[in-house]
C-alpha cells in the first residue's frame, strides 16, 4: 500500500490523496483543498509548532517518549563518559568525530580567537555594573558583527567556519568579562594554554597578583554541562537562530537573536529556578508541604518534567553522578541531600509516576554551579555558552539550503473599516 493520507472535505465531499513522508505530510498540500476555486485552501494551525517540522536536520536525534539523546547518531551517554565538550563541538558542526589531528588544530583554532577586541571590552565597561549578565551577552555578541564585516559573506563555508570559531571561542571571554566588570574587577587575558573549560575559569577568578590553576573537579563538570547543553534539537532558541539566519542574516546577529530567546524565563534559567525553590523549601521536612501544593495545583516542581520528554531525561542521569564529586568539593553538601529526598519522595509518588514528571537536566546543573559559586543570574548565560555549538551547527546546516521563514496566520480583525477623521471620532 503506497504511503498516502485520504483526507475527506464533508464540507463538499471531495476526497484528496496526500503523500506520507516520514510519517509527515507536506503542509502545502493542504492548500489544494478548497470549498471554491478561488478561496486561498487549508492551512495547520499550530500554536507554539507542537507538531509541526519546520526542517530537515542530520544533527540531533531526540526521542522523548524512550529518553534517548543523540548527536550524530553518538548516544549521549557515550559522548558524556568519553569526549569532551570541544570535541562534540566539532561532531555537530562536522558531522563526524575528529582524528587526533584534527582535533589539535580545531582546539587550537578555537582558543586562539578567545581574545576580545579592546574595542570590544570597552563597550562591555558602558555598561551598568548591575547589569543583567543575559542582555550583557546578547547586546555584545550583537555588535561583534561590527567587528568583522566579513561575516556578512555567508554564502562562503570558508567564512561560515571562522565565524562559527570566533562566536564559540568569544562568548566564555565575554561571559567572564561581564561578571569581572560587575564586581569592579579588571578583566584577565585569556590563557590558552589551559583549554576550554579551565581558561574560562582563569578569566573568570584569577586574581592580578596570583597565578591561577583551575580545580580539575570544577573544570571537568563545567565541561561536561556544556557538553549535555550544546544542542537540542528544534528548541526555542535553535529556532530563532534557523528563523533569523534563513534571512541570510550573520550569524553574529542570528547568535544574539538566539540568546535573546534563551535569556526568557520560559526557556533559560530553569536550573535558576530550581535553585531558589530548593533554597526556599530549606529542610527535608517541608518537603510533603510542598509536594501537596504542587498536587494541588498551588505550585510548580521545578527540574521535573519536560515538554519534550516523557521518560527520564538522560542528561539527568548523567549529571546526577557528576553533582556528587562537586559536592565533594564544597561545603554546600545539605542542598545536595535535599534536592535527592525531594527526588526520591516524588518518584515514589503515583502523582508524578503517572504523569511521568521525572527530573530533568536543570535539577542538577543549577545545584552545581551554584556549588561552583556562580551567581544564580549566571546560569542562563553558562547554557548559552553551551549551547550556542547548536546554534551554529544548526545555522551551519540550513545555509546549505536557507529558505526564508515566513509562517502565515489565521486573522482575526476587523475588516474594510473606514478611516474616520479624527475631529469624527
Same mark, same amino acid.
Not at 542562563?380 to 539550503?401: C, D, N, P, Y
Given at each position: 500500500?503506497?504511503?498516502?493520507?485520504?483526507i475527506?472535505?464533508?464540507?463538499?465531499?471531495?476526497?484528496?490523496?496526500?503523500?506520507?513522508?516520514?510519517?509527515t505530510i507536506?503542509?502545502?498540500?493542504?492548500?489544494d483543498?478548497?470549498v471554491?476555486?478561488?478561496?486561498?485552501g487549508m492551512?495547520?494551525?499550530?500554536?507554539?509548532?507542537?507538531?509541526?517540522?519546520?526542517?530537515?536536520?542530520?544533527?540531533t536525534?531526540?526521542d522523548?517518549?524512550?529518553?534517548?539523546?543523540?548527536?550524530?547518531?553518538?548516544?549521549?551517554?557515550?559522548?558524556?563518559?568519553?569526549?569532551?565538550?570541544?570535541?562534540?563541538?566539532?561532531?555537530?558542526?562536522?558531522?563526524?568525530?575528529?582524528?587526533?589531528?584534527?582535533l589539535e588544530?580545531?582546539?587550537?583554532?578555537?582558543?586562539?580567537?578567545?581574545?576580545?577586541?579592546?574595542?570590544?571590552?570597552?563597550l562591555?565597561?558602558?555598561?551598568?555594573?548591575?547589569?543583567?549578565?543575559m542582555?550583557?551577552?546578547?547586546?555584545?555578541?550583537?555588535?561583534?558583527s561590527?567587528?568583522?564585516?566579513?561575516?556578512?559573506?555567508v554564502?562562503?563555508e570558508?567564512?561560515?567556519?571562522r565565524?562559527?570559531?570566533?562566536?564559540?571561542?568569544? #562568548?566564555?571571554?565575554?561571559?567572564?568579562?561581564?561578571?569581572?566588570?560587575?564586581?569592579?574587577?579588571?578583566?584577565?587575558?585569556?590563557?590558552?594554554? $589551559?583549554?576550554?573549560?579551565?581558561?574560562?575559569?582563569?578569566? $573568570?577568578?584569577?586574581?592580578?597578583?596570583?597565578?591561577?590553576?583551575?580545580?580539575?573537579? %570544577?573544570?571537568?563538570?563545567?565541561?561536561?554541562?556544556f557538553? $549535555?547543553?550544546?544542542?537540542?534539537?528544534?528548541?526555542?532558541s535553535?529556532?530563532? !537562530?534557523?528563523?533569523?539566519?534563513? @534571512?541570510?542574516?550573520?550569524?553574529?546577529?542570528a547568535?544574539?537573536?538566539a540568546?535573546?530567546?534563551l535569556?526568557?524565563?520560559?526557556?533559560?534559567?530553569?536550573?535558576?529556578r530550581?535553585?531558589?525553590?530548593?533554597?526556599?523549601?530549606?529542610?527535608?521536612?517541608?518537603?510533603?508541604?510542598?509536594?501537596?501544593?504542587?498536587?494541588?495545583?498551588?505550585?510548580?516542581?521545578?527540574g521535573?518534567?519536560?515538554?519534550?520528554?516523557?521518560?527520564?531525561?538522560?542528561?539527568?542521569?548523567?549529571?546526577?553522578?557528576m553533582?556528587?564529586?562537586?559536592?565533594?568539593? @564544597?561545603?554546600?553538601?545539605?542542598?545536595?541531600?535535599?534536592?535527592?529526598?525531594?527526588?526520591?519522595?516524588?518518584?515514589?509518588?503515583d502523582? %508524578?509516576?503517572?504523569?511521568? #514528571?521525572?527530573?530533568?537536566?536543570?535539577?542538577? @546543573?543549577?545545584?552545581?554551579?551554584?556549588?561552583?559559586?556562580?551567581?544564580?543570574?549566571e %546560569?542562563?548565560?553558562?547554557?548559552?555558552?553551551?549551547?550556542?555549538?547548536?546554534? $551554529?551547527?544548526?545555522?551551519?546546516? !540550513? !545555509?546549505?539550503?536557507?529558505?526564508?521563514?515566513?509562517?502565515?496566520?489565521?486573522y482575526?480583525?476587523?475588516?474594510?473599516?473606514?478611516?474616520?477623521?479624527?475631529?469624527?471620532?
Amino acid at each position: 500500500m503506497a504511503d498516502t493520507l485520504t483526507i475527506t472535505d464533508n464540507r463538499t465531499g471531495q476526497t484528496y490523496e496526500v503523500g506520507i513522508t516520514d510519517d509527515t505530510i507536506q503542509a502545502l498540500a493542504l492548500r489544494d483543498i478548497k470549498v471554491e476555486e478561488d478561496d486561498f485552501g487549508m492551512m495547520s494551525y499550530d500554536p507554539g509548532f507542537k507538531n509541526t517540522a519546520a526542517c530537515e536536520s542530520s544533527i540531533t536525534y531526540l526521542d522523548g517518549e524512550r529518553g534517548i539523546l543523540e548527536y550524530r547518531g553518538y548516544p549521549i551517554e557515550d559522548l558524556a563518559e568519553r569526549s569532551t565538550h570541544l570535541e562534540s563541538a566539532y561532531l555537530l558542526i562536522n558531522g563526524r568525530l575528529p582524528n587526533r589531528h584534527e582535533l589539535e588544530e580545531w582546539t587550537g583554532e578555537i582558543m586562539s580567537r578567545s581574545m576580545l577586541h579592546e574595542k570590544a571590552k570597552n563597550l562591555m565597561g558602558g555598561f551598568r555594573a548591575d547589569a543583567h549578565p543575559m542582555g550583557v551577552l546578547v547586546s555584545s555578541i550583537a555588535a561583534m558583527s561590527t567587528f568583522y564585516p566579513e561575516a556578512k559573506e555567508v554564502n562562503d563555508e570558508a567564512v561560515r567556519m571562522r565565524q562559527i570559531c570566533r562566536i564559540i571561542a568569544k #562568548l566564555p571571554t565575554i561571559a567572564a568579562y561581564s561578571l569581572r566588570h560587575r564586581l569592579g574587577w579588571p578583566y584577565v587575558y585569556p590563557n590558552t594554554s $589551559l583549554g576550554y573549560t579551565g581558561n574560562f575559569f582563569h578569566m $573568570l577568578l584569577k586574581k592580578p597578583e596570583q597565578s591561577y590553576e583551575p580545580n580539575p573537579v %570544577f573544570e571537568k563538570a563545567l565541561d561536561l554541562i556544556f557538553l $549535555l547543553h550544546a544542542d537540542h534539537e528544534q528548541n526555542c532558541s535553535t529556532t530563532a !537562530m534557523r528563523t533569523i539566519g534563513s @534571512s541570510l542574516a550573520d550569524p553574529y546577529s542570528a547568535t544574539a537573536g538566539a540568546c535573546a530567546a534563551l535569556y526568557g524565563p520560559l526557556h533559560g534559567g530553569a536550573n535558576e529556578r530550581v535553585l531558589g525553590q530548593l533554597q526556599r523549601i530549606g529542610s527535608k521536612d517541608k518537603i510533603p508541604a510542598l509536594i501537596e501544593r504542587v498536587k494541588q495545583g498551588e505550585e510548580r516542581l521545578m527540574g521535573f518534567g519536560h515538554r519534550v520528554y516523557r521518560n527520564y531525561d538522560p542528561r539527568a542521569r548523567i549529571i546526577k553522578k557528576m553533582a556528587d564529586e562537586v559536592l565533594d568539593q @564544597s561545603a554546600d553538601t545539605p542542598l545536595m541531600e535535599l534536592a535527592k529526598e525531594l527526588e526520591r519522595i516524588a518518584l515514589e509518588d503515583d502523582y %508524578f509516576v503517572e504523569r511521568k #514528571l521525572y527530573p530533568n537536566v536543570d535539577f542538577y @546543573s543549577g545545584i552545581i554551579l551554584h556549588a561552583m559559586n556562580f551567581p544564580a543570574d549566571e %546560569f542562563t548565560v553558562l547554557f548559552a555558552i553551551a549551547r550556542s555549538v547548536g546554534w $551554529l551547527a544548526q545555522w551551519h546546516e !540550513m !545555509m546549505s539550503k536557507p529558505v526564508l521563514a515566513r509562517p502565515r496566520q489565521i486573522y482575526r480583525g476587523g475588516r474594510e473599516r473606514r478611516y474616520v477623521s479624527i475631529d469624527e471620532r
